[in-house]
């Protein structure tokens, strides 16, 4: 069975531009967990999609955004790029809503550099 | 005070030696409770959940303390391949507009098993 993936693996933009981030999650999951880990803090939670519709958002501005589409695969945009975005982001999926009390699988994290 | 504390660590101990995290929660409320492992420049991959009578698996065993309110992780027997970043995880179950969860990672716990 596959597990979640995410591409690109690694992404170098520079401030003000604007970056797309894409996630499959795995066969059957209909959650995608969007998450930024920046170097020397923990796990930050972005947004929560399932079945193509916002659940929760994280404490992050209205640059960063996203969608889920039919097939559960998921964008994170990132608007209006900052240095400060520089980051790993990792998807997460799990079987359904029920959120966190649900295993969550993690991709393998795109590498988000912002020049 | 931090919703979810961690001691970042890193924790150095010999193999075969006991070893034991602690994670403190702000919120009596929050519901449930997960220790992540993350090796280094890899995705979290959850350890294990935590109940309220505990719960153990091999030689990992899970504690959660509702009065104090911490979660603690212990590793018995520690092995090499036990290296990694520890996280610990708490859901709120707060029921905000629409029914979400909120859901908050600690920034971690670094554990170097030495030779």
């Known amino acids: 069975e596959a597990g979640v993936t995410q591409s690109p693996t690694h992404l170098i933009k520079t401030r003000g531009q604007q970056a797309t981030l894409r996630c499959s999650p795995i066969s059957g999951h209909t959650s995608v967990y969007w998450y930024q880990q920046a170097l020397g803090l923990g796990l930050q939670f972005l947004l929560w999609?399932?079945?193509?519709?916002?659940?929760n958002r994280g404490n992050f501005p209205p640059r960063f955004s996203g969608r889920q589409f039919p097939n559960y695969s998921s964008e994170l945009n990132v608007n209006a790029l900052e240095l400060e975005d520089s980051a790993l982001y990792l998807c997460?999926?799990?079987?359904?809503?029920?959120?966190?009390?649900?295993?969550?699988?993690f991709g393998p994290g795109t590498r988000l550099t912002v020049l | 005070r931090k919703e979810v504390e961690q001691d970042p660590g890193p924790f150095n101990v010999p193999e075969g030696a006991t070893v034991a995290f602690n994670c403190t929660y702000s919120?009596?409320?929050?519901?449930?409770f997960f220790w992540y492992r993350q090796d280094c420049r890899k995705e979290p991959k959850l350890l294990m959940s935590v109940y309220s009578s505990g719960n153990e698996d091999g030689r990992f065993t899970a504690q959660l303390n509702r009065a104090s309110q911490y979660i603690s992780l212990l590793i018995r027997d520690s092995k090499l391949s036990d290296s990694a970043t520890y996280l610990c995880v708490v859901n709120d179950n707060t029921l905000f507009s629409g029914g979400y969860q909120k859901v908050t990672f600690g920034t971690g716990t670094k554990l170097q098993v030495i030779p």
């Open positions: 919120n009596s409320a929050s519901q449930s």
């Open positions: 997460a999926s799990s079987k359904n809503a029920a959120g966190w009390s649900d295993t969550q699988y």
């Open positions: 999609y399932d079945e193509g519709e916002e659940r």
